[in-house]
């Protein structure tokens, strides 16, 4: 699977932006999704995921309730919308693919670990 992640830019705080990943292949809908972000010093950590047929999504507490992430199987596509953005959501953000051994649940989806596939990242600036 080959990602290609889009939609990043430099957004006033409070804007939005909404950021779209594109999977090749045809078993986009085996892979559970998900979004993660690098701000500049900092490691890298979760943002938000969801399940490969999309009946459930998690989200960094920080995100929750401004950040919603979508899938559309039948277009190969993740999206990521965001709304109410603050400048400490300025990072590089990362959509990945994977399969948990579990099947998926809040804990595996926040690892890293558990994506096998990365997209090249998209920046995001807010500025204040």
């Known amino acids: 699977v080959q990602l290609q992640a889009s939609g990043g830019g430099l957004v006033q705080a409070g804007g939005s932006l909404r950021l779209s990943c594109a999977a090749s292949?045809?078993?986009?809908?085996?892979?559970?999704m998900g979004w993660f972000r690098q701000a500049p010093g900092k490691e890298r950590e979760f943002v938000a995921a969801?399940?490969?047929?999309?009946?459930?999504?998690y989200y960094q507490n920080s995100v929750k309730g401004r950040f919603t992430i979508s899938r559309g199987n039948a277009k190969n596509t993740v999206y990521l919308q965001m709304n109410r953005l603050k400048p400490e959501d300025t990072a590089v953000y990362y959509c990945?693919?994977?399969?948990?051994?579990?099947?998926?649940?809040?804990?595996?989806?926040?690892?890293?670990?558990?994506?096998?596939?990365w997209g090249q990242g998209t920046q995001v600036t807010v500025s204040s």
């Open positions: 969801i399940r490969r047929i999309g009946d459930s999504t």
């Open positions: 292949g045809p078993t986009f809908s085996s892979y559970a």
């Open positions: 990945a693919a994977g399969t948990p051994s579990d099947g998926g649940t809040p804990y595996s989806l926040r690892a890293s670990q558990s994506y096998d596939y």
